[in-house]
């Protein structure tokens, strides 16, 4: 079976970058899912989409990060990473490694999540 | 704001039936396959309906979901205490492009 586990720093100062990776354990990564995505919750909102990448290494970001988003993939590893650069406060959520195990519907149905890192942002 | 427009909270008594809404459009909902999440504080989010209306492996047939034009419905009949959780539609827009969720709906069961 399948496992994410999102780590990485739960404190990052203002203006600095967010880095979080995710470690896909059970299977390797690409043979379970063409794509792997970073999903995020702020205190008391809702889910956010942030970005997925695929096997090709081609992403696709949410366009309202874009410009501050770089998702990166290290095969050998079976590992994904998220860097968020120029974090404030409005950055501070749980953030969620997600994918798609393949032949099991659409891709963007995400059946398989990591149980999420708390990462504040502070002044 | 969300993209996909969902009510914050539906509440009903446990073995009755709720119906949650997510309402898009045709960029959205209507042209793109719709998800449903459970999400429990402090766990990762449950996807309980793919692609409109299919169940995934271990998600009992009291959850159904439904989608007509540019609105997506999930039911739950035989409302049970363990159901309590908040919910969320996705779907895929294709003008941002980009993945997009609802606002979330808490559901009470009383």
């Known amino acids: 079976q399948v496992q994410l586990q999102e780590s990485g720093p739960g404190l990052v100062k203002a203006s600095q970058t967010l880095s979080l990776t995710c470690t896909v354990s059970?299977?390797?990564?690409?043979?379970?899912?063409?794509?792997w995505s970073w999903i995020r919750q702020p205190a008391g909102r809702g889910l956010e989409w942030i970005g997925r990448i695929s096997s090709s290494g081609s992403t696709y970001y949410n366009p309202s990060l874009k410009s501050r988003v770089t998702i990166s993939v290290d095969k050998s590893r079976n590992q994904f990473s998220l860097g968020l650069t120029s974090v404030t406060a409005a950055d501070t959520a749980v953030y969620y490694c997600?994918?798609?195990?393949?032949?099991?519907?659409?891709?963007?149905?995400?059946?398989?999540w990591g149980q999420g890192a708390a990462v504040s942002v502070s002044s | 704001q969300s993209v996909l427009t969902q009510p914050p909270s539906v509440s009903a008594a446990p073995g009755q039936t709720v119906a949650i809404s997510c309402s898009g459009g045709?960029?959205?909902?209507?042209?793109?396959?719709v998800f449903w999440y459970q999400h429990l504080p402090g766990t990762a989010p449950k996807l309980v309906i793919t692609d409109d209306d299919r169940r995934p492996s271990g998600i009992p047939a009291r959850l159904s979901g439904s989608k007509s034009g540019t609105s997506a419905t999930l039911r739950i009949t035989g409302l049970q205490t363990g159901d309590e959780a908040d919910y969320y539609c996705g779907s895929w827009d294709t003008v941002l492009p980009g993945l997009v969720f609802g606002g979330g709906t808490r559901l009470t069961v009383l």
């Open positions: 045709s960029s959205n909902i209507e042209t793109n396959f």
């Open positions: 059970g299977d390797s990564m690409f043979t379970f899912s063409h794509y």
């Open positions: 997600a994918g798609r195990q393949r032949g099991q519907g659409d891709i963007d149905g995400l059946d398989v």
